[in-house]
């Protein structure tokens, strides 16, 4: 938010931190509401797997990676048992299991009721496979941290060619935590 004040100083206009929080409050739920209202279309358009292809959910394992930091491993585990509550459709689940901070800026419902909304549209979990990860030490409007985002190639009965990231914090004594959640 410092930033901010000094971007709008710098032009010369007037910076109302409550207004810039509730703008970036109705940004988010945008977001969340344009994912939900995206990806049927999106799918539409790539059109279903063919019916012989759907094959039974393996369930994505740790692939070896050759990481030296140790919070990558825990950060790939969290994201992956977080993961399995999206799969099962338990999407109040996925709030409570969510980092603090992330349950902080998003109330249960509303999260529950645009992760429902967009994910069924997927279809079931036919296969996830680990692709990459990504360390940073700052998100924007979010404190200092050491945030972990871990990517997967994910193939689902309505998309084939579908991916998921989910960015994580560590969150005190419960390890590392969801904190956002992509899906494509």
Do not use: C
Request: hydrophobic share 45%.
């Amino acid at each position: 938010m410092a930033e901010l004040s000094r971007i709008h100083a710098a032009r010369g206009e007037p910076y109302n931190r409550g207004m810039t929080e509730r703008l970036l409050k109705s940004i988010r739920a945008a977001l969340v509401t344009a994912l939900g209202l995206a990806l049927p279309g999106a799918m539409a358009a790539q059109g279903a797997a063919p019916k012989g292809e759907v094959k039974k959910a393996a369930p994505a394992a740790l692939a070896p990676v050759a990481e030296t930091d140790p919070d990558v491993a825990l950060a790939r585990r969290a994201a992956l048992d977080w993961l399995a509550l999206v799969d099962a459709s338990k999407f109040d689940a996925t709030w409570d299991d969510a980092a603090t901070s992330f349950q902080k800026a998003q109330k249960k419902a509303e999260w529950a009721k645009g992760l429902g909304g967009a994910r069924p549209t997927m279809g079931k979990l036919i296969s996830r496979t680990y692709l990459n990860h990504e360390i940073r030490p700052n998100l924007p409007n979010l404190p200092p941290g050491k945030y972990i985002t871990v990517r997967f190639t994910s193939v689902f009965e309505k998309n084939p060619n579908g991916g998921e990231s989910v960015t994580l914090i560590r969150d005190g004594a419960r390890g590392y935590r969801a904190m956002s959640y992509f899906l494509k």
